[in-house]
């Protein structure tokens, strides 16, 4: 089945540093999701980006579909933005919802 | 628009309990998802439903778990009985178009089997 790799898989920053995040997958996708696991559990969505780029205030994602990777953008990290940031992706059979094992990301003031 | 609603948001049992768990998709989604999280396996697909219709529970541990979704803004997932190795967290989510759509997560069930 398609893989899906996360890196780096551990990152510390401090407040107000940039960060960027990527996603590979092993096979032709038609849904990539971009989560944040907050540290009280909550699973927050953050893009739904198939291909393309989408902006969001402080974040961004790139998806490069034909060579199978997607970047996610965080300027100008706050303390807030600490978890565990997952990639998720859709096969083409459309049968199945892979998660990457995650970014935990840890920012401090 | 309210999100995916899920109960108890924590469960503590005893093992050998019959533990059920309860979900709300939202409005308007005709798919909806039982996901498992634990340290060691990540995020499990356990079940999932198209049109209130089980299409895949391929996930689903063992016999001891079941899952339902009586009609389009209800699903249960029921453990019975329940055993330590279940503890973990459980959430739903649903979706507009299956898993080509954009899936939208509850705030998950701590589950903790004594």
């Known amino acids: 089945g398609i893989q899906v790799e996360q890196s780096p898989p551990d990152l510390i920053l401090q407040e107000g540093a940039n960060s960027t995040l990527r996603c590979n997958f092993s096979?032709?996708?038609?849904?990539l999701q971009w989560f944040h696991q907050n540290p009280w559990g909550q699973l927050i969505n953050l893009f739904y980006i198939p291909s393309g780029t989408k902006q969001n205030g402080r974040l961004s994602a790139t998806t490069v579909a034909t060579e199978r990777y997607s970047l996610l953008y965080i300027s100008s990290s706050q303390t807030t933005d600490s978890g565990v940031y997952f990639c998720a992706v859709t096969n083409q059979a459309g049968t199945a919802l892979i998660f990457g094992k995650g970014t935990t990301l840890s920012v401090s003031s | 628009d309210a999100g995916v609603i899920q109960s108890p948001r924590h469960e503590v049992t005893e093992m050998g309990q019959e533990v059920t768990l309860r979900c709300k998709p939202i409005?308007?989604?005709?798919?909806l998802f039982w996901y498992r999280q634990t340290m060691m396996r990540g995020l499990e697909l356990l079940i999932y439903f198209n049109n209130n219709v089980p299409i895949d529970d391929s996930g689903m541990p063992e016999d001891r778990f079941s899952a339902k979704m009586p009609n389009a803004s209800f699903s249960t997932l029921k453990i019975q009985p329940s055993e330590p190795r279940d503890s973990a967290v459980y959430f739903c989510?649903?979706?507009?178009?299956?898993?080509?759509?954009?899936?939208?997560f509850g705030e998950g069930s701590r589950l903790t089997v004594l």
């Open positions: 409005s308007g989604h005709n798919s």
């Open positions: 989510a649903s979706s507009r178009l299956d898993f080509a759509g954009e899936l939208f």
């Open positions: 096979d032709s996708v038609n849904n």
